[in-house]
């Protein structure tokens, strides 16, 4: 099979593979099912085997982390990391299928990334993306922005990103400081897609999420998935697109619909299955969907109720 293309993240100097791998599928109960440290290890191995060279991950997801530093930090010149900000240290998760809660303070801030990296065992990380799409005045008025750049300039952080949504994002992306913007986005889930031209457009880098939307109709009935709009198969079955599958499974259509916006450096797509993420890669490598059937698609999709928002 075809080695993984890669893409430049932005102006980071990371050239990452179009398709990366997320780790919140190791969070482990109570927010996810069990996980093993030894499926842990092997799904992780498995990533690095496939080519994937760029893992995300965040102190929110659990034993994530803990799994990755255990599973395959002797191969730490493999992959670029990325992780989160802003996520409680010490805290108690929220209850399953409800978001926790995120402080900026710069004590939290940077307690978070010193966990982060004894829980990786490592000395640095690629990129620390603020969690929870922070306001730019939460950022300044608690001090979290200037804990991270110092985190930066102490050789701890490489690069500082947002995982961003609406309405924040157009100010997150005004304020001028992020390298790299986490975003929501897929064939469903359209709603960023201006945005994330504007993101790009700044020569910042661009990670979608949620880019395979949990992969086939049949997996959209978790509405509790933050990463989901709030119809999914409503917009999958009202756009009628099953004549331009030619062939694909959804799962391949959505992410090589997602793979086809132009903006986009990678896609980040969890899984704790072998047999999914050798899928994921055969799909990724097979790249964009042709222009006309994107162009169809987005015809329908909008008609369906996922557009781009202003």
């Given at each position: 099979?075809?080695?993984?293309?890669?893409r430049?993240?932005?102006?980071?100097?990371?050239?990452a593979?179009?398709?990366?791998y997320?780790?919140?599928?190791?969070?482990?109960?109570?927010?996810?099912?069990?996980?093993?440290?030894?499926?842990?290890?092997?799904?992780l191995?498995a990533?690095?085997?496939s080519?994937?060279?760029?893992?995300?991950?965040?102190?929110?997801?659990?034993?994530?982390?803990?799994?990755?530093?255990k599973?395959?930090?002797g191969?730490?010149?493999e992959?670029?990391?990325a992780?989160?900000?802003?996520?409680?240290v010490?805290?108690?998760p929220?209850?399953?299928n409800?978001?926790?809660?995120?402080v900026?303070?710069?004590?939290n801030?940077?307690?978070?990334?010193?966990?982060?990296?004894?829980r990786?065992n490592?000395?640095?990380?690629d990129?620390?993306q603020f969690?929870?799409?922070p306001t730019?005045?939460?950022?300044?008025a608690?001090?979290?922005?200037?804990?991270l750049l110092?985190?930066?300039?102490?050789?701890?952080?490489?690069?500082?990103?947002m995982?961003?949504?609406?309405?924040?994002?157009?100010?997150?992306?005004?304020?001028?400081?992020?390298?790299?913007?986490?975003?929501?986005?897929?064939?469903?889930?359209?709603?960023h897609e201006?945005?994330?031209?504007?993101a790009?457009?700044?020569?910042?880098g661009?990670?979608?999420?949620?880019?395979?939307?949990?992969?086939?109709?049949?997996?959209?009935?978790?509405?509790?998935?933050?990463?989901?709009?709030?119809?999914?198969?409503?917009?999958w079955?009202n756009?009628?697109?099953e004549d331009l599958?030619?062939?694909?499974s959804?799962m391949?259509?959505?992410?090589?619909?997602?793979?086809?916006?132009?903006?986009?450096?990678?896609t980040?797509v969890g899984?704790?299955?072998?047999?999914?993420?050798?899928?994921?890669?055969?799909?990724?490598?097979?790249?964009?969907?042709?222009e006309?059937?994107?162009?169809?698609?987005k015809?329908?999709?909008?008609?369906a109720g996922?557009?781009?928002?202003?």
């Amino acid at each position: 099979m075809a080695a993984l293309p890669k893409r430049p993240l932005g102006k980071t100097g990371i050239d990452a593979t179009i398709l990366g791998y997320g780790a919140m599928e190791l969070r482990g109960a109570p927010r996810g099912p069990e996980v093993s440290d030894e499926d842990a290890a092997a799904i992780l191995n498995a990533v690095l085997d496939s080519g994937i060279n760029y893992i995300d991950t965040s102190p929110d997801y659990g034993r994530s982390e803990e799994l990755i530093g255990k599973s395959i930090s002797g191969r730490r010149s493999e992959y670029f990391l990325a992780s989160k900000c802003g996520c409680i240290v010490g805290g108690t998760p929220a209850p399953a299928n409800q978001p926790n809660p995120h402080v900026f303070t710069a004590a939290n801030v940077r307690a978070g990334v010193e966990q982060s990296l004894r829980r990786m065992n490592t000395d640095y990380l690629d990129v620390v993306q603020f969690h929870g799409s922070p306001t730019p005045e939460q950022l300044r008025a608690d001090g979290g922005l200037d804990a991270l750049l110092e985190l930066q300039r102490e050789g701890k952080v490489r690069h500082i990103g947002m995982s961003g949504t609406l309405p924040n994002l157009p100010a997150q992306i005004e304020m001028g400081v992020f390298e790299a913007f986490q975003v929501p986005y897929s064939a469903i889930q359209r709603e960023h897609e201006t945005v994330i031209s504007r993101a790009a457009g700044t020569g910042a880098g661009v990670v979608i999420r949620g880019g395979a939307a949990r992969g086939a109709p049949s997996d959209w009935e978790h509405k509790s998935d933050r990463l989901l709009p709030p119809n999914p198969r409503d917009r999958w079955d009202n756009a009628g697109l099953e004549d331009l599958l030619n062939g694909m499974s959804p799962m391949e259509f959505t992410l090589r619909f997602t793979l086809s916006n132009p903006d986009l450096d990678t896609t980040i797509v969890g899984t704790r299955n072998p047999a999914h993420l050798r899928a994921n890669v055969e799909a990724a490598v097979k790249g964009p969907l042709p222009e006309s059937i994107v162009a169809e698609a987005k015809r329908r999709l909008a008609a369906a109720g996922s557009a781009p928002q202003a």
